[in-house]
């Protein structure tokens, strides 16, 4: 039990922070964590940041990013 308590004191994870395994716009498994809460999904090109709310955002073909209203 002591072992658990000391390895969760080490970790930087907030209960409210959560790992993304599905993207939100095409819930493909091809995504990889940009930086942290930010994520890009390879097939669909979009970025995703998770802080207080899900933002996503998608490229353009001159690497302008542009924010989707949900």
């Known amino acids: 039990m002591?072992?658990?308590k000391e390895?969760?004191?080490y970790t930087n994870r907030h209960p409210t922070h959560r790992r993304f395994t599905h993207c939100?716009?095409?819930h493909s498994r091809a995504i990889g964590s940009v930086g942290r809460n930010?994520?890009?999904c390879a097939d669909c090109c979009c970025?995703?940041?998770v802080k207080q709310e899900l933002?996503?955002?998608v490229l353009n073909r001159d690497g302008?990013?542009?924010q989707i209203v949900i």
């Open 7 to 9: 390895k969760e004191k």
């Open 2 to 4: 002591e072992k658990r």
């Open 47 to 49: 970025e995703f940041n």
């Open 55 to 57: 933002k996503i955002y």
């Open 64 to 66: 302008v990013s542009q």
């Open 24 to 26: 939100p716009v095409c």
């Open 38 to 40: 930010h994520y890009y």
